[in-house]
Every structure is written in structure tokens, then in C-alpha cells.
């Protein structure tokens, strides 16, 4: 097997279990292991860096590298390597539109997110659904450039917000039945991985990804090595080179041992 230098993990479902809304303590400390021996730790999730560290993370696992909300930013702790936001004009005209017709959202920067809340009950919704670190209230944002802007909002909302994204040529993706993420640029894992191996001087046979959705096979297709969770979804077993045991099985830290990443 080539010599592994960096491992590209996932968070949701690979590194941490939403049934028991923790993480996987024998994946965290194999990953520790890694790490220890000079192997690249890199996070490539679809979650902010907000929610990240809100949920602890960093105090965790030691990682070198940062893919952020599904590939829209990428950095290091020496700096930022890209962040691709959304134009400050088309931000500020799609805010006054929210504001204007009492929609609540979520602006989601580089380093924290901000809630403008409106309707309690959909915002209450959201959040049952996804286990996220709450927002810093909007009050706080002091203009910090956006990645992304989440409206909460229900479907029948939706042919004027679309109307604005297109006029500003945003990309308008409703996610769940209370709330769509705008975009600049398609946000995609794979172009962090891309950035990292110029940055870091890596190749594809030096590399290992977990995953267990969607998203992660575009990121598999970057790697030699793409290991998908026996939780996950069978398109991205389909994609992975290597299926291993659910998150709940510890499927993170055997596969590491599977291929010899540690003893």
C-alpha cells in the first residue's frame, strides 16, 4: 500500500453519531494515533466552522488542514487558502429582501454564523432536525464577508427569493422542507482537497477520505483511497474504494487498522 500522509475526514455520521449525539471515541483516537505518527489531519465537512467548534471538535483531534461548509473555504492555521463568497451586493439585496418580508435566516461567515430570528416555529423546526451549535445573534455580525446565507423559510416562499438569486446569479438550493442555502458558487469537498494537495505538496496515492453521503464522493473521486461508512449511502459505497463498518461499530478506526495507518 502507498505511504499515507493526509487523511480528509467527514464529520456527520463518520466522526460523529447522531444517535447518540457524540463522537466516536475509538475513531477519535485512532485518528490521534495518526496524527502522532506525521499523518495530515484534514476536516472536510459540510458543516460552518462555527458549528465545528461549537461542537468541540478542535479540542478533539488535532487537525492541520480546514474544508468548511462543504468546500466553500479552505484553510490552514498559518491562513486562509480560498473562501468563496458570495458577492457583497447580492448578500446585502438578498438580506433587505428577508428583512422585508419578516424571514428569518442564518448568515453563515468564515469563522461564526448569525441568526436573524423571525418565525419561532420554523426556526424551532430547523433545529430539531439538525443538530447544530446555535447562531451568535445578528447584532453581532460587524460585515464580515458571507459564504452562504440559509433562509428559513417554507416552499410556498419560495418564486421571489428565487427571482432575486437569479437576477444576482445566486445558487438557490432548498435542503429540508423549512430552509434553502444560497450560494455564490457551487460548493463542492472536492475543490478543498484540490487546494490542499497544492498547498501541502500531496498526491492522490498519498491520501485516505472518509465519508458517508453524497457530498463525500466527489472528495472520494480526489483520493487513491475514498473509505465510505457501512452507514452510509449505497451511491457512495458504490464510489468508495473501500466499504468499512458503521460509525456505531467503530467503521473509522478499523478501516485505519485495515490498511495499516496504525497498529
Known sequence: ???IKAIF?????????????SFNEAGVKTLNEAHEKGILLIIDSARTYHSLRGLGTFGKIPFDGFVVSNGG????????????????DARDDILRYLDGRGIGYNLICLEDTFIKERDQKVIKDFYSVWYEPYPLPIVEWKGERALAIQ??????????????CQKHGIR?????????????TEFLKSKGVET????????????????????DIPMFRMVKYGICLGNGKEEAKKAAYYVTDAIEKDGLAKALRHFGVVS
Do not use: Q
Open 73 to 88: 473555504a479552505a484553510f490552514t492555521k498559518e491562513g486562509i487558502l480560498y473562501a468563496d463568497y458570495m458577492k457583497d
Open 196 to 215: 490542499m494537495y497544492r498547498h501541502l505538496g500531496l498526491r492522490p496515492e498519498e491520501a485516505m477520505a472518509f465519508g458517508d453521503d453524497l457530498n
Open 172 to 184: 438557490f438550493s432548498r435542503f429540508a422542507e423549512n430552509a434553502v442555502e444560497l450560494t455564490g
Open 151 to 164: 433562509a428559513l423559510m417554507r416552499e410556498e416562499e419560495d418564486p421571489g427569493l428565487l427571482a432575486l
Open 9 to 21: 475526514l467527514d464529520f456527520d455520521w463518520t466522526l460523529f453519531d447522531h444517535k447518540t449525539r
Open 1 to 3: 500500500m502507498d505511504s
